[in-house]
């Protein structure tokens, strides 16, 4: 069995952690804590492994805490960067027992789209990413178009491929989106979506569309669970559930 707290509980995916947590026989919720809960509550209550859906301004706090107090920790809340991530992995060589998940995304759909996009991406001339969430997402772009981006611009570069073509020169209103590693994310937050990702890849002639969707977040917990059971027996820092998952 192991022992799971929750940060975020409340919230849109932390509810739903809270009950895919409590329908899993090889699980127990020891706690669940919001804004303003004490994080040590965690280590009181024996957990094992903290699962963090909080906010991008919270989370490496949350992370950093977990690691003093002993917990491994799965995270999904978006935000992090580069500079963030090593600090985590510098924090963890203190704890060599302890490991990280950090994964901008946990469906497995999303998951693979971000690998196909990478595996796709030299072959193509032109990628723009689309990513489409519900509008009460705080950040944009979203993780997942952040780190297929990034995914995509180390392949392309790896293989020697020079920016997608792009006559602009007149934007003044930010039309093209915003450029992460080279590639163009465009954003769009309408009522009625949940999370959903298009990869549009561009020959002459051609186009591939790698799209993915979640069209309820039942579809992010397969993945958290697998993380959270795989976390226990895989020390250190891992970004991306596709290091826990044999593709
Ligand atoms: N990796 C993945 O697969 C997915 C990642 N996400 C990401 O997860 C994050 C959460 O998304 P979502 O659930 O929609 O957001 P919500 O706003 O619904 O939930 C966030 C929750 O965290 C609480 N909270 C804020 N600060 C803290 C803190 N310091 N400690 C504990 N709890 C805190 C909030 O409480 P209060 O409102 O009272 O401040 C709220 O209940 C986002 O970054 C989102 O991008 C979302 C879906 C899938
Ligand atoms: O806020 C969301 O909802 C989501 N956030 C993550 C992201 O920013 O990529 C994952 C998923 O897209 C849903």
């Known amino acids: 069995m192991i022992s799971v707290a929750v940060l975020g509980a409340s919230g849109r995916m932390g509810s739903h952690v809270v009950d895919a947590v409590n329908g899993a026989p090889d699980l127990e919720l020891v706690a669940a804590l919001d804004h303003g809960d004490d994080i040590a509550e965690a280590a ?15 989370t490496e706090a949350n992370v950093h805490a977990l690691i003093d107090l002993g917990i491994h920790a799965v995270v999904g809340t978006t935000g992090w960067t580069e500079e963030s991530l090593l600090r985590v992995e510098e924090h963890l060589r203190e704890r060599p027992e302890l490991g990280a998940l950090i994964a901008p995304n946990f469906a497995l759909g999303a ?3 971000m690998r196909f996009s990478a595996a796709a991406a030299r072959y193509f001339e032109s990628v723009e990413i689309v990513e489409l969430h519900h509008p009460d997402k705080v950040d944009a772009p979203s993780g997942t178009a952040t780190h297929t981006a990034q995914g995509i611009a180390a392949a392309r570069a790896a293989a020697g491929i020079g920016p ?5 020169t007149h934007d ?34 051609e186009q591939l569309t790698i799209r993915t969707d979640s069209f309820d977040r039942v579809s992010f917990m397969p993945g958290v669970l697998l993380g959270v059971r795989e976390v226990v027996g895989r020390p250190g820092l891992a970004v991306g559930l596709d290091r826990y998952m044999a593709l």
């Open 44 to 58: 009181r209550a024996g957990a094992q492994v903290a699962v963090d859906f909080t906010v991008p301004s919270a």
């Open 172 to 205: 003044p209103d930010g039309a093209r989106g915003a450029v992460i590693d080279g590639v163009h994310v465009h954003a769009v937050r309408l009522r009625g979506l949940v999370a959903h990702e298009e990869v549009l890849l561009g020959n002459p002639g």
């Open 111 to 113: 998951v693979l789209a």
């Open 164 to 168: 997608s073509p792009d006559a602009t």
